[in-house]
């Protein structure tokens, strides 16, 4: 599993480049119910290893004329990095419109903007080391990447419940492409955040033989409570109201 540069994405996503293209990409609606009230903004903490605050992320979800648009901004101050990320997808099923993302750094500014058409999709990059495009053909039911930790929140929470499903890595620093991620609902547990504690069900998501976990409320909004990729845990600091 590939890591991205930088502590505003460090395992943020499961990037499996040793098998895409190499594996069939599952092709399954895995939306049980789309649970939020618009608009909405929750906030985290990330910590790292050490339980040491290093950053926090925000997230986003408002109604818009295409659909819905996921917005994730990641501020690490001591490292000196801003991130920005959104996915504009069907407000329905989830299906990708466009992604985009924005690194701001000590080594300068990397972007990248992405359109899903005609069974493909199509992501322009720029950044120090110059532009570059890529396309790729897309199974017939896919999300992207940068909305995982959205999508997750729509799944049958219900104990032993698993599922696959095809991710499309849209925008990331390497090459457009797809993988598998599979689901497993574990069971119930008590988080605790700085709000306090919740009951969540525990989630846990695999590729390539890697497994990161998440914790959303047993609520009918399943929130993500907290969430941890192997490298920094993001922890509720603020709820919807």
């Known amino acids: 599993m590939t890591r991205w540069f930088g502590p505003a994405l460090l395992a943020l996503l499961l990037i499996a480049t040793a098998c895409a293209g190499t594996e069939t990409i599952a092709s399954r609606n895995v939306i049980k119910t789309v649970p939020w009230d618009l608009p909405e903004t929750t906030k985290y903490r990330v910590l790292d290893k050490d339980d040491k ?22 501020d690490f101050p001591g490292k000196g990095f801003v991130n920005d990320a959104q996915v504009v997808a069907d407000g329905q099923t989830l299906k990708p419109v466009s992604s985009r993302f924005v690194i701001d750094g000590p080594d300068g500014r990397i972007s990248c903007e992405a359109s899903y058409t005609s069974g493909k999709v199509t992501a322009h990059r720029s950044g120090q080391d110059g532009e570059r495009d890529d396309t790729l053909d897309l199974p017939d039911i896919f999300y ?98």
């Open 53 to 74: 605050e290093v950053g926090t992320a925000n997230f986003e979800i408002e109604s818009i004329e295409a659909g819905v648009r996921f917005t994730q901004h990641f």
């Open 144 to 241: 992207d990447s940068w909305a995982d930790l959205f999508l997750w929140r729509t799944i049958d929470y219900s104990q032993g419940f698993e599922t696959t499903y095809g991710d499309i890595l849209s925008c990331t620093l390497d090459r457009t492409q797809k993988q598998n991620i599979t689901l497993k609902v574990l069971q119930q547990e008590s988080v605790t955040t700085p709000l306090g504690k919740y009951d969540t069900w525990h989630l846990a998501i695999e590729s390539s033989g890697e497994t990161q976990d998440a914790w959303y409320s047993i609520d009918p909004l399943h929130l993500l409570v907290k969430y941890d990729n192997g490298e920094q845990t993001f922890e509720l600091t603020q709820a919807p109201r």
